[in-house]
């Protein structure tokens, strides 16, 4: 299955035609995209969303997906198994957080090398690269989340994109500048706490995030699940979370994962010479993104998502969120500016689950003469 909306402008289609053609008994279904499949589209009624048990971060793509299932629903006998391709980067790549290791460990020359790559790959200089990562090399994860508390003490910041920022084990998004001041000093607080009884810390920045992107990306499948099964029955699997491929694939240091002079060479290195994988699918060094819809969408439903961010925002109401900051946001975004997209993506999903909950009928268990009775 392809989604292949003109909006996006990538090779994805080009790429999934090509491999449907080389490879025997695989065939390719087109889902093109609509005036209504973007992100964020269809939050004005969240009665058709499944309440799960986390946020959701699916419930802002929900109409993208919908438009694969039907596909997928279309297009076989029964409800089946779709596969999706989730964790697939955090596996078989790694971000570029590695490079604080290799400084960490006085690599210095691997370090350097690595650095021109991506420094050529992000159209930028090997020393603003090296630059990203050096405070990250000079602190452990203790030391770490210290200096996060520090940093939540102070006064919020001013925008500016997350890539011109820091390497840094516990990254803040914008969000974190959009809580009250006093929420902000309560998390402070905890962190501190968390740092001060912290043990078996990974020595690694790229152990941490290899750690912490699995958990996310599990996270978010288990949302995007939800959606499968409540809405047509079909069972979601995800082989790249699989045990035994996370193990595989991350016994291989992040800085050969990472190599900026390859893509995903472990994919190279586990099928080249199989007759698996056509070798134009091994050599493809390209990889199709969202942005334009996500944009799109912000644009063309920035007035529902006013609303759910507004004054009736249940995360302002625990000041987790202040109005004002995320106005600006979606300003920017309704401008055709660069925005914090991950932040307001994760609001999003937040408050959206925060009022699913607030209109769910309540249930709660408790235990009854050594029975359990649920109410």
Known sequence: MTFADERLRDDDLAF??????????LAQHTVPGAVGTLYYAGLDDLSGL????????????????????DTVAGKTPGPGVHFTGAAGDAVLSAPSSYLADLLRERRHRRAWQHALGHARLRHTSSFAVLSRARSASRVDLAGAWWQT???LRRPARDWIPQAQRPLA????????DWMTPDVRGLLADAVDVAAGVLSDAPARLSDWSDRQDLARVGANTAGWRALAL?????????????NEVIRACLAVGADERGA?????????????????????VLARSTKGGFNALA?????ENAPVLRELLGSSSHLAALGLLTEQPVADALARAAAGQPTAQAALHLVVAAEVWLRQLADAPVRWWEEVSGRVAAV
């Open 295 to 299: 944009y799109a969408g912000l644009r």
């Open 169 to 176: 084990w516990t990254t803040l998004l914008a969000s974190a």
């Open 230 to 242: 409540a809405g047509h029955g079909i069972e979601l699997a995800a082989p790249f979370l699989d």
């Open 149 to 151: 508390a520090a940093e």
């Open 50 to 69: 499944p309440v799960t048990d986390a946020p959701n971060a699916y419930v802002v793509t929900a109409s993208i997906k919908r438009a694969v299932l």
């Open 260 to 280: 900026p002079g390859q893509y995903k060479p472990l994919l190279d290195a586990a099928f080249t010479g199989t007759g698996v994988l056509p070798g134009f």
């Open 16 to 25: 999934a035609a090509r491999t449907a053609a080389a490879v025997p008994g």
